[in-house]
C-alpha cells in the first residue's frame, strides 16, 4: 500500500535512529516493564526481609567496621550524627529524604528511560536488577547493624528522637523490615544509578549538575540519620558496579563464537603431529 506520493506506508519518516530515538523494534510494552520492576521490587523486599536478623552477628560486624574506619581515620558518623541533630528542621528533612528521595529518583529516571531513551532502557533495568540481587547476596552473608543500633556508642536514632514518618529503618515499621542489612547501602547504589543515566545522558547543564550531587547529599543523609557507615556507602558503589560488569560478562561469554569450521555440518579437527 503506497501514500499519494509514491512512498510505501510502511517507508512513511518518522523519528531519525539516534540515542533516545524509539522505533517499533526497541518500543517496549509499558505495562510489562512495570509489572517487572514491580515484581523486582517485591521480591527484593521479601528475600531481603525474610533473611534471618542475626542481631548478635551483625553488632559484632559493625563494631569490626567501626574499629576499621577508625583505624584509617574514616569514623566520622557518631560526629555528623550527633551535629546534624542539634539543628531539628535539618534532620527532619534528611529523615524525609532518607524515606522518599531514593524511591521518588530512581522511579523518576526508570520512567524517563523508558520514555526518552528506550534503546538504553533495557540494559539499564538490567543494570539495577543485578545491583539489587548483588545486594541480596550480601545482606545474607554479611549482616550488618546500622550505627543507630549500635549500643553504648551515642548515636541517635533520628526518626524516632524527631517523630519523622515513612521510614522502613525506625519506628513502628520497623518490625516489617530487616534491620541488619546496613551494607551494602542501597540509597547510594540507587543515587549512583541515577546519576550516572543523569550525567550521560541529560541535556541540559544544570540537571547534569543536579544529578550528579544527588549521591553526594545522599551519602550525607545516610550518616546524618545513622542509618549506614561510610563504607556502607562504598559497599553500594561497589554493587553497583557488580550490577554493571555482571550483565557484561554474561553478554560477552553469550555472544563467543564457537570453535567450529564455517562450512555446515563440519568441525574443526586436530592437525596431524608430524613425526619425528
Known amino acids: 500500500m ?82 546534624a541533630d542539634r539543628i531539628t528542621w535539618l534532620i527532619v528533612g534528611m529523615n524525609y529524604f532518607y524515606a522518599v528521595a531514593h524511591f521518588a529518583m530512581t522511579i523518576g529516571v526508570l520512567v524517563w528511560l523508558y520514555r526518552r531513551h528506550p534503546r538504553l532502557y533495557r540494559p539499564a533495568r538490567n543494570v539495577f536488577l543485578v545491583t539489587n540481587a548483588v545486594a541480596l547476596a550480601v545482606f545474607y552473608l554479611y549482616p550488618l547493624a546500622p550505627p543507630r543500633l549500635l549500643p553504648g556508642h551515642g548515636y541517635v536514632d533520628t526518626v524516632v528522637r524527631h517523630g519523622t514518618w515513612g521510614s522502613w529503618a525506625s519506628g513502628d515499621v520497623a518490625a516489617a523490615s530487616n534491620q541488619y542489612a546496613a551494607m551494602p547501602s542501597m540509597h547510594v547504589a540507587w543515587s549512583l544509578f541515577c546519576a550516572a543515566a543523569i550525567v550521560l545522558l541529560a541535556r541540559r547543564r544544570w540537571v547534569r549538575v543536579a544529578g550528579a550531587l544527588h549521591p553526594v547529599l545522599t551519602v550525607v543523609v545516610i550518616v546524618a540519620t545513622a542509618n549506614h557507615f561510610v563504607l556502607d556507602a562504598a559497599g553500594g558503589a561497589a554493587a553497583l558496579a557488580a550490577g554493571y560488569a555482571i550483565p557484561r560478562m554474561v553478554t560477552a561469554v553469550r555472544r563467543r563464537p564457537a570453535r567450529s569450521d564455517p562450512r555446515p555440518g563440519h568441525q574443526l579437527e586436530p592437525e596431524p603431529v608430524a613425526a619425528g
Not at 533516545?20 to 531481603?48: C, F
Open 2 to 83: 503506497t501514500t499519494r506520493r509514491g512512498m510505501p506506508r510502511h517507508h512513511r519518516a518518522g523519528p531519525s535512529v539516534g540515542i533516545g530515538a524509539e522505533t517499533p523494534a526497541a518500543r517496549l510494552r509499558w505495562w510489562r516493564e512495570l509489572l517487572l520492576v514491580i515484581m523486582g521490587y517485591w521480591l527484593y523486599t521479601l528475600v531481603r526481609n525474610t533473611v534471618p536478623a542475626q542481631a548478635r552477628e551483625a553488632t559484632e560486624n559493625a563494631e569490626q567496621l567501626q574499629r576499621l574506619e577508625r583505624a584509617i581515620s574514616m569514623d566520622i558518623e557518631l560526629a555528623v550524627n550527633l551535629a
